[in-house]
């Protein structure tokens, strides 16, 4: 009898092995399914700025620094039109990357950037910028203005200390919109008060944390008053005011 209960529960084991195997194969099967359909959330997959941010979206951008290479076969992959320039400058202000948007807004004109600014400028335009055109002022946007990227100085025009990211090009300042109805929005007149514009604003500067590293607006310091600073000095979190 003792025999025969042992055989059993054996019999048992194994079977609740093979079920367990089988169990854990069809999930498996069905997660890589799942993340086929979901490339944002799969870690293998190739990063392209046409699918939505997912849990892998970030970890994918944090790979690209310093990767100038992978950072434009990113664009690449993505559709979005760009001119790789040859390298410049001297020093600190060496600019190994330089990568300048074909189709972007910018005005007057269109500098260039580091492929990584470049990346979060794309993001930055589909995510926040003009979904916030929309919600707000049921129009989109013609224009972005900014101040430049590329300035070979330190931190505040200091003599010493550390050098801006405006230094290799790995940032930009924007000072307005226009809207394309015409309607103008400036950093330096709008950011006050309760209105629209202040309200858009400060829609498209807490959106520009999500893809730069560091954003400093008006609410900084007074020498950001007519302006918001994108850099990719940092990865998302390094500082956003």
């Known amino acids: 009898m003792k025999l025969t209960i042992s055989r059993h529960i054996g019999k048992f084991i194994g079977d609740r092995r093979v079920i367990l195997l089988l169990v854990a194969a069809a999930l498996f099967v069905a997660g890589r399914s799942w993340l086929a359909a979901h490339p944002q959330h799969d870690p293998w997959a190739p990063l392209d700025l046409n699918d939505p941010v997912g849990w892998a979206t970030e970890a ?22 760009f001119t790789a320039l040859p390298p410049e400058g001297e020093g600190a202000c060496r600019r190994e990357d330089r990568t300048q948007l074909a189709d972007y807004p910018l005005s007057p004109d269109t500098p260039p950037t580091t492929c990584p600014v470049a990346i979060a400028m794309e993001l930055w335009q589909r995510d926040t910028i003009e979904p916030a055109a929309q919600a707000i002022f049921g129009t989109g946007i ?4 900014h101040l430049g990227a590329y300035s070979c100085r330190r931190l505040y025009g200091r003599e010493d200390g550390p050098w801006s990211q405006h230094a290799t090009g790995n940032a930009i300042d924007i000072a307005g919109f226009v809207l394309t109805d015409g309607t103008r929005i400036s950093v330096l007149g709008d950011w006050q008060g309760e209105g629209d514009k202040a309200r858009f604003l400060r829609e498209v500067r807490d959106g520009a944390c999500e893809a730069f590293g560091i954003v400093l607006s008006p609410d900084y310091n007074a020498a950001h008053a007519d302006h918001l600073h ?3 000095g940092a990865r998302r979190g390094g500082l956003c005011r």
């Open 60 to 81: 994918k951008l944090r790979a690209l620094a310093g990767d100038v290479p992978q950072c434009r076969a990113v664009l690449e992959r993505s559709g979005v039109d």
């Open 230 to 232: 994108l850099d990719m």
């Open 142 to 145: 013609a224009r972005i203005k």
